[in-house]
């Protein structure tokens, strides 16, 4: 390999750990952001508001500070540089009485005289202090002497010593002279416009939250086959909007349900009608085995034509209401042991969940009825947390192939060995019972069971 290829090789190296790199920084940071609206929105508002009062600052600190402490600086070094002239142009003045006078008077600097040997040693100089390094530029430029200065010793005071030819000038200099000392008031007023600002941002978001956290609830609420008592259109054009729509729909679902209903209810009563006429007929026959065999058949068709009813009308009738789970599996277990099937049940939790009784207890008891058609034992098992509903029957049966458990969820299918057939053998017990699970927001999945044969579960959202 020559030194070519082994640059590249280690090119694409190195690129690729910059890209993994990259990718996980990038997952890091979608892991570390918001999920809900109102926490993006907040962010999208706040992100802009922070990088603008940085730049603000940056600008005003970097320019307007700079430069008014330059200046002011430069002010009081020339003063200084003054100071000097008169001190060196007036040697009669053995006390330096002059000098002492005109800096106070005149300048507001207070002098004193030292003795050469006094001048302390450099100390080290503060790293952010902008006017430590621009009165330390401007005394070297003006009057290019040793010197020495102290902008932190005291608080309202800067101290400069400055060493001449027979002795040293101490001089004290107000701080607010020599530096633009208004930080505090612009820092308070930035970050308490900013707070202002973010406190009508979340109250403002907030009231245009909640219209859209109304419509999730209410289209979820309608979804488990719930009422929805009282809503109606708020915040935004655009969300109204969308509720509006909401309730139409809801309207328009809600009235082919009722025509779907009454076009059943009429259908039920016709032919229950035609049913009853030969039940008297066939009582008028008299006792034969022919006439049995018809009165069998008759109430097959009788079973068959309440599974396909109740299929089509999917118990939409019903209202929710709460109901105690532990006491309802213990229902279902009475009726599979009084059949003779050995059954267990179990469940963890509050027990109390809201549901359409009826419609949930023929979802149950379809599935509990087709585990005892193919199996000696059944388990059943309820668990519920804050938020889902999740009931196991499992049993030990021959179980179905993996290949063929969403198939068996198919209306009218029947196969030798499924074992989605009901009573009336019309094929329908698992397409009801998952139709009433999906009516009430969840679904019924199936899977091994632990003991052996199936595992059929059902997981609404409570």
Request: charge should be positive; charged fraction near 25%.
């Amino acid at each position: 390999m020559t030194s070519l290829d082994l640059g590249l090789a280690r090119l694409r190296t190195a690129a690729g750990h910059v890209s993994s790199a990259w990718d996980w920084f990038g997952r890091w940071l979608k892991s570390m952001m918001p999920t809900g609206l109102y926490g993006r929105a907040l962010i999208i508002i706040i992100a802009p508001m922070v990088v603008l009062q940085s730049v603000v600052a940056f600008v005003f600190m970097e320019r307007h500070w700079d430069t008014v402490t330059r200046r002011l600086s430069a002010a009081v070094t020339q003063d200084i540089a003054a100071l000097i002239d008169v001190y060196g142009s007036y040697p009669q003045d053995a006390d330096r009485a002059t000098v002492r006078r005109i800096a106070l008077e005149r300048l507001g600097l207070s002098v004193d005289f030292l003795p050469v040997s006094e001048m302390p040693p450099p100390g080290p100089k503060p790293f952010f202090s902008l006017l430590d390094q621009a009165l330390s530029q401007e005394i070297s430029r003006q009057i290019r002497r040793p010197f020495w200065i102290d902008t932190v010793g005291r608080s309202n005071l800067v101290e400069i010593r400055i060493r001449l030819d027979d002795t040293v000038m101490r001089v004290f200099a107000l701080r607010s002279a020599a530096y633009a000392s208004n930080s505090e008031i612009f820092l308070f007023w930035m970050v308490g416009t900013s707070l202002v600002l973010l406190t009508v941002a979340i109250i403002f978001l907030r009231n245009q939250i909640k219209p859209i956290l109304r419509l999730a609830d209410a289209a979820e609420s309608f979804g488990k086959g719930r009422e929805v008592p009282g809503f109606r259109p708020r915040g935004a054009r655009e969300v109204r909007r969308a509720a509006l729509a909401f309730i139409e729909m809801k309207r328009r679902v809600e009235r082919t349900m009722e025509q779907r209903t009454t076009m059943l209810a009429g259908v039920s009563h016709d032919l229950r009608t035609v049913l009853t006429r030969f039940k008297l007929e066939l009582a008028l026959l008299g006792n034969s085995a022919e006439v049995e065999a018809l009165k069998k058949d008759v109430d097959e068709m009788g079973r068959m034509l309440e599974a396909y009813l109740a299929f089509a009308r999917g118990d939409m009738g019903e209202q929710p209401a709460p109901t105690d789970m532990a006491a309802f599996l213990d229902e279902l277990k009475s009726d599979a042991e009084r059949n003779g099937h050995k059954t267990t049940v179990a469940f963890y939790g509050h027990p109390i969940v809201t549901v359409r009784p009826a419609a949930f207890r023929r979802c149950l008891g379809n599935l509990v009825s087709n585990a005892a058609r193919f199996a000696t034992s059944i388990a059943i098992t309820g668990h519920r947390d804050h938020r889902w509903l999740t009931l196991t029957v499992d049993d030990d049966g021959p179980g179905i192939p993996q290949d063929m458990r969403e198939e068996v969820f198919r209306p009218f299918l029947r196969l030798d060995d499924a074992r989605n057939q009901d009573e009336g053998g019309t094929g329908l017990g698992l397409a009801i019972a998952r139709d009433i699970a999906r009516a009430h927001g969840g679904d019924i999945t199936l899977s091994e069971s632990p003991i052996g044969g199936l595992r059929a579960s059902v997981r609404i959202p409570v």
